[in-house]
């Protein structure tokens, strides 16, 4: 018996991180592309792979810089957390392939899709270390 959810955030592990993106408030439909079981499991995946202990809201000037849309149009669901650590994990989720060349050319790594399992559309992240 699958659970009925308000919101995508309350399916997952982790609601009160993913209550506070776009994709977490979408309505919680089990047969829509952003809601689908493989997309809950990876947002939980991807906060026990990458040790992320919040979402951040009010990015830093040097991270806006760098998820800027007016600069790079290929990125798209634009994500930022931070990890225990420190780091910044950045999230870039566009709805197609096409933007794989731009996002590896610019240091940006695939991973498990964190949006929509729309003919496998990508997720890709950029890990920020601040320690030189």
Not at 6 to 35: D, L, M, R, V
Not at 75 to 98: F, I, N
């Amino acid at each position: 018996m699958s659970m009925i959810y308000k919101q995508n955030c309350h399916a997952t592990e982790y609601p009160e991180i993913y209550e506070q993106t776009y994709w977490g408030n979408f309505e919680y439909n089990p047969n829509h592309f952003t809601s689908a079981q493989e997309i809950i499991n990876n947002r939980n995946k991807f906060i026990k792979d990458y040790s992320i202990e919040k979402i951040v809201l009010i990015k830093p000037q040097f991270i806006y810089e760098m998820v800027n849309r007016s600069k790079r149009k290929y990125l798209d669901h634009v994500e930022c957390y931070k990890k225990s650590s420190g780091e910044y994990v950045l999230v870039s989720s566009p709805y197609t392939e096409r933007y794989d060349k731009e996002h590896i050319d610019d240091g940006w790594a695939k991973i498990y899709p964190m949006y929509s399992n729309i003919t496998g559309d990508p997720t890709f992240i950029k890990i920020i270390n601040l320690i030189k």
